[in-house]
């Protein structure tokens, strides 16, 4: 019923590794969850194949006329990236036509739609965010990032005004935050006063518990470590705020 991309411009923001876990907390509540990774790195793939079946056709499929049929939809299902996607960025932007069409049939037979996006803006991103009702961006707080965040919500709020008024910003997600570093709360100073409504107010810290979860197949809260334990309420109180944002808009 709800698709929700995970996208921002930058590269090593978190966006896979946030996108599996969305995907994850969201299974846990019963819901019939489909990751698709549009991202030719394919983390998020490697992740999810030692917990989730992945269905028979792959991410460049999506960009086709496809003819599918999901009788049994599994808790978590995945599309995974393959090395056609890079290849999708040089066809017609006409694809997203059926791009599109495939994903309102996907959404028919999922809860969420979980899309992980590449950081280039080329028709997978733009794919993405036309055919998407909800986007949250993660986001790192190095000095020097405001100029691409500013970039990134002109993107997200540029294609909402014309080509997707069902778009919903759920936020920006800071991630890799180092509560140490004065840049970095000096970079969320500025954010906090410039747009405090677009700012998700639950960071994530920069822990190492949290790719270890993930070549484990893992999320981070079911790692049994202590130093796990923090990034796991963390990664909740975020996803909370989540639930209780689309829940509100569901119901409107
Ligand atoms: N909060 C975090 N703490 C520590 N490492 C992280 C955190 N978030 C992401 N990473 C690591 O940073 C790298 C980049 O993250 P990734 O999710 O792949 O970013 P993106 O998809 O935006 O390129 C990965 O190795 C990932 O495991
Ligand atoms: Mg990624």
Known sequence: MSTIAISNQKGGVGKSTIAVHLA???SEQNKKVLFIDLDPQANATKTLKKIATPLNFFASDLFKKLDFKIDNPEIINVIEADSLMADVERYDSNVLVDFKENIKKLNEIYD???IDTPPTLGLRMTGALITSNYVLSPIELEEYSIDGIKKMLQTIFGVKEK????LNFLGMLPNRFNPRS???KETLKTLIENYSHLLIPAPIGIRSSIPESLSLGLPVWNLKKTAARVAGQEFKKAFK???TTMKENNNV
């Open 241 to 243: 705020i989540l639930d």
């Open 24 to 26: 994850l907390h969201l």
């Open 163 to 166: 080509w997707n008024p069902n």
């Open 112 to 114: 969420y739609c979980i």
């Open 182 to 184: 004065t840049a970095q």
